[in-house]
């Protein structure tokens, strides 16, 4: 039974019977099944199963993935969000930091963020093995550049959740099984954990190789927010290198999307930009500051499953003026009630209040009805700004002018109200924890909160009634999923 659990989703691969992204935005071809043998016979074919990679049900979307449940187990596991439902369904146990290996967060994250790599590396293959020749071979380098950037985004991805920080030992701690080849079936299970820097070495091979592939825009605004573009991958890479605390790379890779001065723009490729109104990022999903996030409709399929939304997770119920389940409350010790966090900025909008004699806020940044058809932020340019901005801080020890004018990029747009000099940082460890604050206010809800504490091995700060952990407490990073373990004879646990 335990091997069915992993390998079935698998072997259905086989068929290629996937739900594809959003159907208009991305416009699959219907396919209902295609045998294995003619897979990569047509032009089709090929397209739809590559849209598949960004899809639903076995792709990156996937509800327990970026979906939904990877985005918000990076927030409730930090210290802004409190726990209202008890629920280990829906993370009470992530939330507390004491998730155990058949949790339902660790084994669905791990086996549905492992079948959509084996997707992926399952397209790879076949378009080695014909499928160019099929396309031709510049769509086909696109669309294997697609394949890498999306299995790169999944291996950072687990990364944050089941292996020790980067810094951790620069790397040399255990890391994930890097399978790079297809699965087709069952007696494939035996691969040891590669290092954690070998694994980070693999996500920027994958992201450099598909910025290289990828086209620079695409003709509709939708394609520009739901597909990978030269720029998605440089966006991820400055991520995932501020995660190695590379913070040289991080400047070279932004400034090639970053104008050297305000307002701050994309030189070349997607024109990105900030938008004047943050709350617009969140009610029209492709405008140029949306580099890239998950599309949902009310077609069947093509929303995230029960409990996976972040409306459900963040917003109230609707007895309290909201359109989820009002599983996690704000904390009010948290950056709710910092003062840094002015009246008066519009982010403010994103946060609602309930009750009258016990007051609770709770998030409002999705607001969309069941369904629950809000798009999924994965990576927005004002992240990179401020990926940028601390970069910059740190790799010159410096109160560095360009970081100052970054930060106030991202504020100003929200708080007019202040603008900050560099007179107002005594010193470069002064500015850099305005940035983090910054990240704080601006990524609520956006899962960034369990990285940025992870990359600086921080103790995730105590919350409720949960206790804090220091990064050498059990549970600062998630056991591996139970089925890996009985299913893979050379997989070790945390």
Request: glycine share 8%.
């Amino acid at each position: 039974m335990k091997k069915k659990i992993i390998y079935s989703a698998a072997l259905c691969l086989i068929s290629w019977g996937f739900s594809g992204c959003n159907r208009d935005l991305l416009s699959p071809i219907p396919q209902d099944s295609v045998a294995d043998v003619s897979a990569f016979s047509t032009v089709s074919r090929i397209q739809t199963q590559l849209l598949s990679l960004y899809g639903g049900t076995g792709g990156l979307k996937d509800g327990n993935v970026y979906g939904g449940r990877y985005v918000i187990y990076g927030d409730i596991r930090g210290e802004d969000f409190i726990n209202e439902t008890s629920n280990l369904v829906t993370g009470s146990d992530v939330w507390a930091l004491n998730p155990t290996n058949s949790a339902t967060a660790v084994s669905t994250l791990w086996n549905s963020a492992y079948l959509a790599i084996n997707k992926c590396n399952i397209f790879l293959d076949g378009m080695a093995a014909g499928g160019t020749a099929v396309v031709g071979a510049d769509l086909g380098n696109q669309y294997i550049a697609e394949a890498k950037l999306i299995r790169g985004l999944l291996y950072y991805s687990l990364l944050q959740y089941y292996a020790r920080p980067y810094p951790d030992g620069n790397g040399n701690k255990p890391g994930l099984p890097l399978r790079l080849t297809g699965i087709k079936g069952a007696g494939q299970s035996n691969l040891a954990r590669s290092t954690v820097a070998e694994v980070y070495a693999q996500v920027l091979k994958d992201l450099n190789e598909a910025e290289a592939g990828l086209p620079s825009t695409y003709t509709a605004a939708a394609d520009r927010v739901t597909r990978a573009h030269k720029n998605t991958a440089i966006a991820l890479k400055t991520r995932v290198y501020l995660s190695m605390q590379n913070y040289a790379a991080v400047v070279t890779e932004a400034n090639k999307i970053v104008s050297a001065a305000a307002p701050f723009t994309s030189a070349s490729g997607v024109a990105h930009a900030l938008q004047p109104d943050i709350t617009t990022v969140f009610t029209t999903y492709t405008t140029s500051e949306s580099i890239f996030s998950m599309p949902m409709t009310t077609t069947s399929g093509d929303f995230p499953g029960t409990q996976n939304q972040l409306g459900y997770y963040y917003s109230p119920t609707s007895a309290n003026g909201g359109v989820g389940n009002g599983e996690y409350s704000l904390n009010p010790n948290g950056i709710v009630s910092n003062p840094s966090w002015t009246a008066t900025d519009k982010r403010r909008s994103f946060l609602k209040q309930s009750g009258t004699t016990t007051v609770k806020n709770w998030l409002n940044k999705y607001k969309t009805i069941s369904p629950y058809t809000d798009y999924v932020p994965v990576i927005r340019y004002s992240e990179v700004l401020l990926n940028l901005a601390e970069a910059k801080v740190r790799s010159g020890n410096t109160v560095d002018a360009q970081s100052v004018a970054l930060l106030n990029a991202v504020r100003n747009r929200s708080d007019a109200a202040t603008t900050y000099t560099a007179a107002n940082f005594a010193t470069p460890t002064d500015l850099i924890n305005a940035i983090l604050l910054e990240r704080r206010i601006e990524f609520m809800g956006e899962g960034l909160r369990n990285n940025d504490l992870m990359r600086l091995l921080q103790t995730i700060p105590a919350k409720g009634t949960a206790q804090a952990k220091t990064p050498s407490d059990n549970g600062y990073i998630w056991p591996i999923a139970a089925q890996e373990l009985a299913l893979n004879r050379l997989m070790t646990d945390n």
